[in-house]
């Protein structure tokens, strides 16, 4: 009669067993088509930013990589369809600050956790807000704009892509810093707000880089200065609001790429040494520095810690603001 294993025995088997399953795993992954979902409609950031990565996967892989498209709810519908999906690497979330960052300050309720369900894989990039006027504005920098609106408080409006939104998180964190009073007018996307602002319907606005970088040198928007700690360098001459008087600002736009909770740390150690491969690729740089982004590629406790920052961060914000979303 065989001896029974010893419990010592049988835990290192098992354990044996489960390192070998998850390094099998890895070593077969991709077997099949994998989805990125874009948890918004083609051809904002985060679609933008993930087809090129798309390709390139594909082409590393030999297996079909599909952008998936799932917009709605401000980024939720999307990720709340990743966080439900199985840990297995083949549904990924491209997913950007609002949905992993943002959002769990403002929707007390919300289907998912950007910490608890999802497994962080890299941080792709980052971008800048920026604060333009109209050319009518008599105003030249920040400090002209914060002047005008302290002589004429109320009467100034500034734009941005809707509540909620870190243009709007900008806003009003401008407002609270300067102490100054201008009315927020919320649009339904970057593209009907950036027509008003060429109209002079409205007088100023947040406005994603990537939208108004194409208008930099046009006498149609008038760049005053970029959100984040950094000067962008699509766009060096233009200041940060850090540098124009308002100690501390530091509002991005930022991308990611993250998996369900309980995927398989070997999987998980592919995707990131992959996609953080392709960040060093000349055209993918060339194509993110198009956009106006710049990128990252950090490790994924990184990109777990940068997440759990910003959270604290837009906490704090949204709190001292007073924001909230009917």
């Known amino acids: 009669m065989k001896p029974f294993l010893t419990?010592?025995?049988?835990?290192?088997?098992?354990?044996?067993?489960?390192?070998?399953?998850?390094?099998?795993?890895?070593?077969?992954?991709?077997?099949?088509?994998?989805?990125?979902?874009?948890?918004?409609?083609?051809?904002?950031?985060?679609?933008?930013?993930?087809?090129?990565?798309?390709?390139?996967?594909?082409?590393?892989?030999?297996?079909?990589?599909?952008?998936?498209?799932?917009?709605?709810?401000?980024?939720?519908?999307?990720?709340?369809?990743?966080?439900?999906?199985?840990?297995?690497?083949?549904?990924?979330?491209?997913?950007?600050?609002?949905?992993?960052?943002?959002?769990?300050?403002?929707?007390?309720?919300?289907?998912?956790?950007?910490?608890?369900?999802?497994?962080?894989?890299?941080?792709?990039?980052?971008?800048?807000?920026?604060?333009?006027?109209?050319?009518?504005?008599?105003?030249?920098?920040?400090?002209?704009?914060?002047?005008?609106?302290?002589?004429?408080?109320?009467?100034?409006?500034?734009?941005?892509?809707g509540a909620g939104s870190p243009h709007h998180i900008a806003g009003e964190w401008m407002k609270l810093i300067a102490k100054i009073k201008i009315n927020h007018v919320p649009y339904k996307g970057g593209g009907p707000q950036l027509v008003d602002l060429f109209g002079g319907q409205v007088h100023s606005g947040f406005v994603a880089l990537p939208v108004v970088a194409p208008f930099a040198k046009s006498n149609r928007v008038r760049l005053l200065a970029v959100t984040t700690a950094r000067r962008a360098s699509a766009i060096p001459d233009v200041p940060t609001l850090a540098e124009s008087g308002l100690a501390g600002f530091d509002v991005s736009q930022w991308y990611g790429i993250v998996v369900p909770a309980g995927t398989p740390a070997s999987i998980s150690s592919k995707l990131h040494a992959d996609i953080s491969g392709l960040l060093r690729l000349q055209d993918i740089r060339a194509r993110m520095g198009d956009l106006g982004a710049e990128p990252v590629g950090s490790s994924p406790a990184q990109f777990g810690e940068f997440v759990r920052a910003e959270i604290a961060k837009y906490q704090k914000l949204v709190k001292a603001t007073g924001i909230t979303i009917e």
């Not at 070998?20 to 409609?41: D, E, L």
């Not at 800048?128 to 008599?138: D, E, I, K, Q, T």
């Not at 400090?143 to 009467?155: D, F, I, K, V, W």
Request: some cysteine; overall charge positive; aromatic content about 6%.
């Open 7 to 161: 419990a010592g025995l049988l835990l290192a088997a098992t354990a044996c067993g489960a390192g070998f399953i998850a390094g099998a795993q890895a070593q077969g992954y991709p077997a099949k088509s994998v989805r990125i979902v874009v948890p918004y409609p083609p051809g904002g950031g985060n679609d933008s930013l993930g087809r090129p990565i798309a390709q390139k996967l594909s082409e590393k892989w030999g297996q079909t990589v599909v952008i998936d498209n799932r917009g709605g709810a401000s980024g939720m519908i999307g990720a709340d369809a990743v966080a439900k999906s199985a840990p297995d690497g083949y549904t990924i979330l491209l997913c950007a600050s609002p949905e992993c960052g943002l959002n769990v300050t403002l929707y007390p309720k919300m289907a998912y956790s950007p910490t608890r369900d999802f497994a962080p894989i890299t941080q792709l990039a980052v971008s800048s807000l920026v604060l333009v006027v109209h050319p009518s504005l008599p105003v030249r920098t920040v400090s002209n704009y914060l002047a005008l609106a302290r002589l004429q408080p109320g009467e100034i409006a500034y734009s941005t892509v």
